[in-house]
């Protein structure tokens, strides 16, 4: 931790926001992670008090850096990490949750569903009529 500096990424995994590293190199990637309000690349460094911004789906996550670690710590220990300024994670209800899922594709003559895709299908159209 040269400087008192660590990588983006690096942070975002061991502060858990991001299970894996790659997953949070992706979202910087795709300019889901803003620090101090611009949007940054895994590799820029991070400082004490940075306020990091992560798109999440429909909801933001608002952190600010409390403490620099590039090492695991223990679960517990990661909220330690940031101070989260970010609103409740909204509630979907279960019409939007099917909504959000792939549709079950089945080519034309691939046979009969299976029991779970009979299910799915059974379940999307009963939560359709209601």
Known sequence: MPDGEVRL????????????RSKATHACNLSRVKVNGVTAKAHR???????VEVEIGDWT???VVKK???????KAEAPELYEDLSPPRPVMDDFERLMRRRPVAREKGAGRPSKKERRELDR???NLEV
Do not use: N
């Not at 990424?9 to 858990?16: E, H, Y």
């Not at 460094?45 to 306020?51: C, I």
């Open 124 to 126: 999307l159209r009963k």
């Open 45 to 51: 460094r991070l400082a004490l008090e940075d306020k």
């Open 9 to 20: 990424d690096k942070w975002l995994q061991v502060a858990r926001v991001f299970k894996t």
């Open 68 to 74: 620099l670690r590039d090492r695991p710590v223990r």
């Open 61 to 63: 996550r608002s952190l």
